[in-house]
């Protein structure tokens, strides 16, 4: 490997085993050696890699270099900075999956030019999620890593318009070459259906970790309960889940990423409502189960302050945005028009296809890809 040039090295600290690697990094790197790009992937990996996906990157013709992910918290992520930096093949361009492996990238001493892949801001939500080891000392230090990031990539790619203005402001320079690529969806694996026949079902779609209000959720859903004869289904990863939200739900299954388009297709919408604690955090990011709700046809109810989110969903009727001083009573009015409007799916679908679809994010990341090399 060492005599090969790839045209692309993607590198990331995210398993691609867990949700967000396997509905995210697989499909666009497998998307972009469809397109004939030679890849090369670096993960850090929880468990081994089974031989399925193994298979399945090599007959794509992707070298996949996974590493083992080692310990939690700030030894273990600078450990994880070190061999990433170290690991990196000679590319045409480094495409580095939010902070840690963008410095990595950067440090890593190949000459080619570096993709910041702007996925949240790292350190503010790191402090809002309450992650264990998490305080002020490791946030400076994630913070002196996105400063880096920053200020040395060629270019950068952000998943809302919303971040832009925040990180101009954080950062005396920050890359001219820019994109916004939101939150991806295999939207050939969530398709659009009417809406089904019988009881009213909310989804609570993987894992609602501190980033989310539960008891706000908890009020909302307790309020559509009174219009609607609601069921509450919870589809987490993992495992004889026992662990329980406890904001109404009525039944609990673990569910693979595999399975979730067909528990969305059986339902009638989702919700994501997150704290208010940090705006700005709230600004860089979109949850990836809201853009399979809408490709499956299916609105969605959500905080405001997410992304682009509080123009986007109320401009085109998928779903409905709310505030700590909204009526509950109004919220659950209008997510049961859209449910009953049988336009809703076909609105759905379209906003996902033009936001959300993984194959124009593909062809979106080549063109920022060919920008840099030119």
Same mark, same amino acid.
């Given at each position: ?61 992707? /070298?996949?270099?996974? =590493?083992?992910?080692?310990? %939690?918290?700030?030894? #273990?992520? +600078?450990?994880? $900075?070190? @061999? ?100 991806? /969806?295999?939207?050939? =694996?969530?398709?659009?259906? %009417?809406?089904?026949? #019988?009881? +009213?079902?909310? $989804?609570? @779609? ?115 945005? +709310?505030?700590?001083?909204? @009526? ?47």
């Amino acid at each position: 490997m060492n005599d090969k040039k790839f045209d692309i090295t993607y590198l990331s600290v995210d398993s691609i085993q867990e949700g967000v690697g396997s509905s995210q990094i697989t499909p666009l790197i497998l998307g972009l050696a469809e397109k004939g790009k030679s890849v090369c992937l670096i993960t850090f990996e929880k468990i081994n890699p089974s031989k399925e996906l193994v298979e399945m990157f090599s007959k794509a013709g992707v /070298v996949w270099i996974a =590493k083992d992910f080692g310990k %939690p918290g700030a030894i #273990g992520g +600078i450990v994880r $900075l070190n @061999s990433l930096r170290r690991s990196v093949p000679n590319s045409m361009v480094l495409h580095g999956r939010s902070d840690i492996a963008t410095a990595a990238a950067i440090w890593s001493g190949i000459k080619a030019p570096v993709l910041w892949d702007v996925r949240s801001l790292w350190s503010d939500q790191r402090l809002l999620i309450g992650t264990a080891g998490w305080n002020s000392w490791t946030a400076r230090g994630a913070r002196a890593l996105e400063n880096v990031a920053a200020k040395r990539s060629t270019a950068m790619s952000t998943l809302t318009a919303a971040v832009v203005p925040i990180l101009e402001q954080r950062h005396k320079r920050i890359p001219t070459i820019r994109e916004v690529i939101p939150t991806c /969806v295999q939207t050939s =694996k969530f398709l659009p259906s %009417p809406m089904p026949e #019988g009881q +009213i079902t909310c $989804l609570l @779609s993987g894992t609602f970790n501190n980033y989310y209000d539960i008891n706000r959720t908890k009020q909302v859903l307790d309020e559509i309960r009174k219009t609607v004869n609601l069921r509450i289904i919870w589809a987490r990863a993992g495992e004889s889940p026992t662990e329980r939200l406890e904001v109404g739900e009525d039944i609990i299954i673990s569910a693979a990423h595999s399975e979730m388009p067909k528990l969305v297709k059986e339902s009638h919408f989702g919700i994501a409502i997150c704290k208010q604690d940090n705006l700005d955090s709230l600004a860089a990011a979109v949850p990836t189960k809201i853009g399979e709700f809408l490709a499956s046809g299916r609105p969605v109810i959500v905080s405001n302050g997410i992304g682009d989110l509080d123009q986007m969903l109320p401009s085109t009727e998928t779903g409905v945005v +709310i505030d700590q001083s909204d @009526s509950l009573q109004t919220v659950a009015l209008q997510i049961g028009q859209l449910i009953s409007d049988p336009k809703t799916p076909d609105r759905c679908r379209e906003l996902a296809m033009q936001h959300f679809d993984m194959e124009m994010s593909v062809n979106r990341y080549l063109e920022i890809y060919d920008r840099m090399l030119h």
